[in-house]
């Protein structure tokens, strides 16, 4: 039994909404062999992992997978349910699995989810099958050891976020507002486009970098501070052991010593009343430090945000209390055995770690046995980080208290401050310092990206939610942090309608983001070049502070490897489902495709729009699946038919369509129609001979009108859009003399058959030539049917294959496709040449004056400029073919193929 190989779904997806990894697992010799079939096999895997016996599996109560187990079960379902409870076992909370066939035998697809900030490129999942798998294995040869797991487990916890992190996060998710953690860092991307913000911890992408250096030199706050009146201890800086004794001398102890840019407590000595302590602390502290008073009182941290106190707590130094039994070392490892406590910061609470010499000043050592209950300080500091624990004072904060701490905040620029105090109760004021007083309470310390632990999880009190206090602040008035997002996905016409879709919302300079097969584009730039149909591209929109709204062509390849790059949209749109991809990902049939296309549907938000093809059968369907529900998105159908049953009774209720009616596109609601623009002036749509193009007009139309675009405002961009330049490569038509040359991206059947109808309309079925290539990751079947729909509708085609044959052998997809349209009519003009260049001039060689040729390319930029050195133009547009008659040009001068130089079009005449 081995892995094949393991991808990540980063988003949504047709499995489940979270995040998973699909594995593909190969059972070798384990194939055809169930649970039941090896003695002792299930006995022995649950004294392995108990916690096994809790699974439900399909019985939907506890134990329902132990009676798979011993009834008989397969070695992948086995290896799945084993992942999951190795993943608690190292404390990651994930229940969801899944097995399913990979379509040969013994070969299956694990799906499992992960938790949902877990780092993308974590090793984790990957470790934790390849674990599950020796498991399993041993435990099928016999064995009844388990696994050894401290490693993995705490590489999860480090890789895992902390807990100020995770109240941002959760925060966040609770008020709908998107989230993303980028990479394993404790760095967070909340919100799309322009009201994106960042957060790095409790640190935002609006505090002040000068306050963070201000709060970083202890110094320089100490001095700021100071001036300005704040209460502080008495003290000041020294570089060399000379002046920290003569800080000694003039404050006459207890002094305290801390690093002039440290943190977390580290280093900072207290009680000092000596010589020797201080001159030892200054060393240990980086001979670069701060001397101050010892304030006597309590040790408070204050969290200020945006200009409000929300949480205060009171630090305990950590200590353990004496029973009269145990040693210290006993007792601290009983405080280190609480759940909450781990290392670093990854955990509510931090484990208990001795200060140097601590315990040689309160007169016992590690092997000591405290009397019952006498208090054993280990850290002189009360911060989470050395161990301390909290107890929450929130309501006890005096109004002055208040006061200060937002004061001390606004003078250092900080929006988040953690504000430390030494006082003898918060719920009393602070009073201001004299001249010739010792200070006796104030602040000790002011914290930029403070730590939020203490607030979470006080070990008395309430827990305080300040990671809400924080991105309330950031996204305030109750904003979701979201903009206006379109996804579209079908199987034909998705790049058009997206295309389409953002050129008719980018009205008035509003900056969309479109991502489409050939491009990333902001604001009409573009910005990537590639298929950018995945959630990688998704993300390159949404994340991008200057896009005001997204467009989103979202395809079957992205879907079923990487799951949606976002978690719910505005609007989705489906413009057909048709067959294509088959074969690939496991989709064997157009059902399979529709249920992965289902997804952009699934995820429109409530009271989203979902706009429907009604023409097409599939798309009809998936108006019955449970998590497309009409009841909670608003439906709009798009037919070219008005008369369309599905469309009829649509509007019978008072709903809304786009049809095309008497000639015009028109806006039908309930009984009122409005007309919006005449088919014949539609763009690309060659005055209605491209019913295809009509189609995802409509759905364009459809889409920028649901997200609020006003009618004058889509009749006027429509009429602006230039398909040579906008959409170039989709229904493209060009002029090389007489010659016609429609240049597409058709590769499917459907497609082919569409623009093979676009071209019969305008110059009859006898004029088309045909430069034809189709993509060699496509099945055998799928090719076969676009070489029977080629050869119905040209007389004469040259073919070729592409550079890339995509794991065919050259000339394999060329010959098969040959053999298929002789097979269909055995006296069709057809040759096999080698390239694009020697196809497309064979074409334009076989055709006639008034012919068209059909050139479908793979890559469009090189079929483009051959066409150019060939001296083609843009032709325009034209009207249908009147019978035995080419297609009549309609006058329009054009820009070249290579430049932005108006110039005239050859053989048009006014």
């Known amino acids: 039994m081995r892995i094949e190989s393991v991808r990540r779904l980063r988003g949504p997806n047709v499995y489940l909404s979270r995040p998973a990894v699909v594995a593909r697992l190969r059972l070798e010799k384990l194939t055809g062999v169930e649970t039941c079939d090896v003695t002792g096999f299930a006995e022995r895997l649950l004294r392995a992992l108990p916690g096994l016996a809790e699974h439900h599996c399909a019985a939907g109560a506890p134990g329902g997978f132990v009676s798979r187990l011993r009834g008989g079960t397969y070695f992948g379902h086995v290896t799945e349910h084993v992942c999951l409870e190795l993943s608690q076992v190292i404390g990651r909370d994930v ?219 009171e630090r305990i130094a950590a200590h353990v209390v004496g029973d009269g039994h145990n040693t210290v070392a006993e007792l601290i490892a009983r405080v280190n055995a609480d759940p909450r406590r781990g290392t670093g910061h990854s955990r509510v609470l931090t484990r208990v770690t001795v200060a140097p010499g601590l315990l040689e000043r309160q007169g016992c050592t590690l092997d000591s046995v405290p009397p019952a209950g006498t208090q054993v300080w280990l850290s002189g500091t009360a911060n989470l980080s050395t161990g301390a624990t909290s107890h929450d004072v929130t309501d006890r904060v005096h109004p002055e208290v208040v006061w200060l701490c937002l004061r ?149 390849g992205g879907l079923v490897r990487r799951g949606l790059g976002y978690d719910w949209s505005d609007v989705g749109v489906l413009t057909n489902i048709t067959a294509d991809h088959l074969g690939q990902d496991g989709l064997a049939t157009i059902e399979d495709l529709a249920h992965v296309k289902a997804l952009v549907a699934e995820r429109v938000r409530d009271g989203g729009t979902l706009v429907l093809n009604a023409d097409d059968p599939w798309v009809r369907s998936l108006v019955d699946r449970p998590r497309v529900r009409a009841d909670r998105k608003r439906i709009v159908w798009f037919s070219l038919d008005a008369g369309q049953p599905v469309v009829v009774e649509h509007l019978a209720k008072g709903a809304t369509a786009y049809l095309i009616d008497d000639g015009w596109v028109v806006q039908a609601t309930g009984a009122r129609r409005t007309p919006l623009t005449r088919v014949t002036e539609l763009p690309g749509a060659y005055g209605g001979a491209a019913q295809h193009v009509v189609a995802n007009i409509l759905a364009a139309v459809a889409a920028a009108r649901a997200l609020g675009a006003g009618q004058d405002a889509v009749c006027r961009r429509l009429a602006e859009f230039d398909p040579a330049v906008e959409n170039a490569g989709r229904g493209t038509l060009l002029r090389l003399g007489d010659i016609s040359v429609f240049v597409d991206y058709a590769h499917n059947p459907a497609a082919l058959a569409a623009t093979l109808r676009t071209l019969h309309r305008l110059w009859g079925p006898s004029r088309c030539v045909a430069a034809l290539t189709l993509p060699g990751d496509r099945r055998d079947d799928l090719l076969a049917a676009c070489a029977q729909v080629v050869a119905d509708g040209v007389t004469r085609a040259v073919l070729y294959d592409d550079e890339d044959p995509r794991g065919r052998t050259p000339g394999e997809v060329s010959a098969l496709v040959e053999r298929e349209m002789r097979a269909r009519r055995p006296k069709l003009s057809a040759l096999r040449v080698t390239g694009f260049r020697a196809a497309v001039t064979e074409a334009l060689g076989l055709a006639e004056p008034g012919d068209v040729v059909l050139v479908v390319y793979e890559k469009l930029a090189p079929v483009l400029s051959l066409l150019a050195e060939l001296g083609a133009v843009p032709a325009g547009s034209v009207t249908p073919a009147l019978p035995g008659r080419g297609p009549r040009p309609l006058v329009s001068p054009a820009r070249s193929l290579m430049g932005n130089e108006r110039v005239p079009v050859p053989g048009y005449h006014g």
């Open 408 to 556: 001390v905040a606004a003078l250092l620029g900080l929006d988040i401050a953690g504000i430390d105090l030494r006082l003898p109760d918060i719920a009393e004021p602070v009073p201001p310092p004299e001249d010739d007083d010792e200070t006796a309470a104030g602040v000790i310390e002011v914290n930029a990206v403070p730590g939020l632990r203490m607030h979470l999880a006080p070990v008395r009190g309430r827990s305080r939610d300040v990671g809400d206090a924080i991105v309330r602040a950031m996204f305030p008035a109750g904003s979701d942090g979201r903009i206006p997002t379109v996804a579209v996905t079908g199987t034909n016409g998705k790049t058009t309608v997206a295309r389409l879709t953002a050129h008719l919302l980018a009205e008035g300079g509003l900056r969309v983001g479109l991502t489409t097969t050939d491009d990333v584009r902001i604001d009409g730039r573009v910005i990537y070049r590639a298929d950018a149909t995945g959630p990688l591209s998704a993300q390159m929109v949404l994340g991008d502070p200057g896009v005001q709204t997204a467009v989103l062509e979202t395809a079957r």
């Open 95 to 313: 229940s969801f699995g899944r097995t399913v066939s990979a379509g040969e035998p013994g070969c299956y697809d694990l799906i499992l989810e992960c938790p949902v900030d877990e780092s993308p490129a974590s090793r984790v999942p990957r470790d934790l099958l390849e674990a599950a798998v020796a498991l399993v294995l041993s435990i099928e040869q016999g064995s009844t050891a388990g696994l050894d797991l401290d490693e993995l487990a705490a590489r999860a916890e480090r890789e895992a976020t902390g807990p100020s992190t995770r109240a941002i996060i959760t925060a966040a998710r609770r008020r709908g507002i998107p989230v993303e953690r980028f990479d394993d860092l404790s760095l967070l991307r909340l919100g799309w486009g322009t009201r994106r913000r960042l957060a790095w911890a409790a640190m935002t992408d609006r505090t002040s970098g000068v306050g963070i250096d201000i709060a970083g030199d202890k110094q320089v706050t100490r001095r700021l501070l100071t001036e300005a009146g704040v209460p502080m201890p008495d003290g000041g800086a020294a570089r060399t052991p000379a002046e920290a004794l003569d800080w000694l001398d003039r404050l006459g102890g207890p002094v305290v010593v801390k690093p002039r840019h440290g943190r977390h407590g580290e280093r900072v000595a207290l009680h000092l009343s000596t010589a020797t302590e201080v001159a030892r602390a200054f060393a240990e502290a980086g001979e670069d430090v701060i001397v101050e008073r010892h304030l006597d009182g309590r040790d408070y941290r204050v969290l200020v945000v945006a200009g409000e106190v929300v949480a205060a707590a």
